[in-house]
């Protein structure tokens, strides 16, 4: 198990039923990025990744 899926599971379990908007995430992810400027890269290629429906595909090399 990834570090990183304990936050996922805690993510679920707490907040699992909830619907929310591609809006709302942004703006969270927008808000993590301006508080924790260190994770900028890494949140934006995530949002990358989620906008161009999880596949591999780049359109550049990085």
């Given at each position: 198990?990834?570090?990183?899926?304990?936050?996922?599971?805690?993510?679920?379990?707490?907040?699992?039923?909830?619907?929310?908007?591609?809006?709302?995430?942004?703006?969270?992810?927008?808000?993590?990025?301006?508080?924790?400027?260190?994770?900028?890269?890494?949140?934006?290629?995530?949002?990358t990744?989620?906008?161009?429906g999880?596949?591999?595909?780049?359109?550049?090399?990085?």
């Open positions: 198990m990834y570090f990183t899926d304990r936050g996922i599971e805690e993510l679920v379990t707490r907040r699992g039923e909830e619907e929310v908007s591609l809006a709302w995430l942004g703006d969270q992810l927008q808000a993590f990025v301006d508080e924790f400027p260190d994770f900028e890269v890494p949140v934006e290629r995530l949002a990744w989620l906008a161009r999880g596949t591999g595909d780049d359109d550049e090399d990085d």
